[in-house]
């Protein structure tokens, strides 16, 4: 796990100028990977969040355009990969041996899995958040359009957290009327889960921070002492905690339903962190 951190410009004197000359070759490379990168995470919000508009918020299509930008990002990053493989290392092999090139390809992998992979799984939840929370601003509007009974045209208030089919019984001559939502209504939903991870970016970060932390540790085995390790996992239990209860309560306000279930859904996430924490540490 520490494999890439801190090895990267360790770089001896007296190196063959040549060498050195393809190194700074693919040290340009990966800069250019890496701005393209982080470019293209602008341009697809801004290109996302206008399409969800032009469409007039049918959520399908812009969602669909997302995954494609988001397959071409994971191809960048194998790119790296391939080029490394394919180009440099052979021109690299010429002045050193294929031990001595595990800190080059690390450069790469490092750009790969902690920027781009580790960026994308962020990035997904800010842009998905974005675009969910834009809909339901614009969805939410027609929960508050005028609904009338179908007998006696009495105004019927509709339940404004149910985004589903319902019955309401008429007030003025008890009627019973279904209201049928229209589709961007229902379309709600589906768009909570987003708005919901979003909301609890804060609380996704310290959870993410608190397991790096724990993987930086060396591997317990069994004859170590276990404190800092019990102190690493503690912290990270309650980190995973604090996310899924802002996650679920988040929810909850939009779909109370659910509500009566954040305990029972938070014990249900937290199960694996318990389990490997049993295998791993044995408590
Ligand atoms: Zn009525």
């Given at each position: 796990m520490g494999f890439f951190s801190r090895k990267k410009d360790v770089t001896p004197k007296q190196e063959n100028p040549e060498f050195l000359a393809v190194v700074a070759k693919w040290d340009v490379f990966l800069d250019r990977i890496k701005t393209r990168f982080l470019d293209s995470l602008v341009d697809a919000e801004e290109a996302l969040l206008s399409n969800l508009e032009e469409s007039d918020y049918d959520i399908q299509p812009t969602m669909t355009a997302w995954a494609g930008i988001k397959s071409q990002l994971m191809a960048l990053g194998e790119k790296i990969d391939t080029t490394f493989d394919e180009k440099v290392k052979p021109q690299m092999l010429q002045y050193k041996e294929h031990f001595d090139l595990l800190d080059q390809r690390a450069k790469g992998a490092f750009l790969r899995e902690k920027i781009i992979l580790k960026g994308l799984r962020r990035f997904e939840i800010v842009l998905e958040g974005k675009i969910s929370t834009r809909f339901y601003n614009h969805a939410v509007k027609f929960l508050n359009e005028d609904f009338y009974c179908t007998q006696c045209s009495a105004k019927i208030e509709?339940?404004?957290?149910?985004?589903?089919?319902h019955y309401v019984s008429c007030d003025y001559c008890n009627t019973v009327n279904t209201f049928t939502p229209n589709d961007k209504i229902s379309q709600i939903r589906w768009v909570v889960d987003n708005i919901a991870k979003f909301q609890a970016i804060e609380e996704?970060?310290?959870?993410?921070?608190?397991?790096?932390?724990?993987?930086?540790?060396?591997?317990?085995?069994?004859?170590?002492?276990?404190?800092?390790?019990?102190?690493?996992?503690?912290k990270q239990e309650n980190a995973d905690k604090a996310f899924w209860l802002k996650y679920f309560t988040v929810r909850a306000m939009f779909l109370p339903e659910y509500q009566k279930t954040i305990e029972?859904?938070?014990?249900?996430?937290?199960?694996?962190?318990?389990?490997?924490?049993?295998?791993?540490y044995n408590f």
């Open positions: 509709v339940r404004k957290d149910l985004f589903r089919a996704w970060d310290a959870k993410i921070k608190a397991e790096n932390e724990l993987n930086e540790m060396p591997t317990w085995s069994r004859n170590m002492d276990i404190t800092p390790h019990r102190v690493a996992l503690e029972h859904d938070i014990a249900v996430k937290m199960r694996w962190f318990y389990e490997d924490r049993k295998r791993e």
